[in-house]
């Protein structure tokens, strides 16, 4: 019990739900009931994993700006490195298993499918905000690293496109298997706009969202981001 004190119910919740799409898969393989395409599956299921962890990165400082609720800006990197996890496992899969690191086959497969160059170009943004998220590197880049991770602005809308474009539906008759990809898009553009700066401070003003629902005293005030400092 010592060990889940030191934890709380956000921290034990997160490592659960980043886990358990891998262990799901683990189970499932194991019990013989995975999918009859288990490859594309697999890249879907990790795929999918990959950019919702990412959303929920991107959810925790609307968290804090609409509630006053300061512990999911600690979690932040947490998220977002999960997210990286998955999305590094989800290339391994379509590199080896799927291209068996047939080299050759899989730059023809890159230059053929315009989604899959979305794909690479996301997870090569997503390197360097990975490897800085830790604390030695924000002191070392400084203001720079603020710059650095604004590349989230860029890595979202990517993220979603490839999503929508692996899809093959049509945006505009809204064909195709495109509802939930949509639906990813409209989520990370709402979280994208709550981490404008002028947008924050305008939601910091209004009374939490928690106090209204859940009305206590002694409500913490919203904190800064520890990430961006905005
Ligand atoms: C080199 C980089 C990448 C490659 C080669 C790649 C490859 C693929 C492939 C082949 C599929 C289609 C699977 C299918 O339906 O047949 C796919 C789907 C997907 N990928 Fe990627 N991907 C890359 C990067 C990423 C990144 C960085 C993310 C998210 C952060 C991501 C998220 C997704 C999602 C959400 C899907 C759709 C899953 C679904 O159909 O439900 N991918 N990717």
Not at 153 to 181: E, F, M, N
Request: charged residues 15%; positive net charge.
């Amino acid at each position: 019990m010592k060990l889940f004190s030191r934890f709380t119910l956000l921290q034990i919740a997160i490592h659960i739900y980043a886990w358990s799409a891998l262990v799901w898969i683990v189970i499932e393989l194991l019990a013989g009931t995975f999918s009859i395409n288990p490859i594309q599956e697999l890249e879907q299921r990790t795929g999918r994993h990959a950019i919702t962890l990412l959303a929920l990165s991107l959810l925790c400082t609307p968290l804090n700006s609409l509630f006053k609720w300061s512990e999911p800006l600690k979690r932040r990197r947490t998220l977002g490195l999960y997210a990286f996890l998955y999305a590094t496992i989800h290339v391994i899969i379509f590199v080896d298993l799927d291209y068996g690191l047939a080299w050759s086959q899989i730059a023809q497969t890159v230059l053929q499918k315009p989604y899959i160059i979305v794909g690479a170009t996301t997870f090569l943004l997503l390197v360097p905000l990975a490897f800085t998220s830790f604390d030695i590197w924000k002191k070392r880049l400084g203001k720079n690293w603020k710059r650095l991770h604004r590349l989230v602005y860029l890595i979202a809308p990517l993220a979603v496109l490839h999503y929508i474009w692996s899809k093959k539906g049509d945006l505009l008759s809204l064909s195709g298997d495109i509802i939930r990809p949509l639906i990813y898009g409209l989520a990370l553009a709402i979280f994208l706009i709550v981490r404008i700066p002028s947008v924050r401070k305008f939601l910091a003003s209004l009374p939490s969202l928690g106090l209204v629902l859940f009305p206590k005293k002694d409500q913490p005030p919203a904190q800064r981001d520890p990430q961006t400092g905005d």
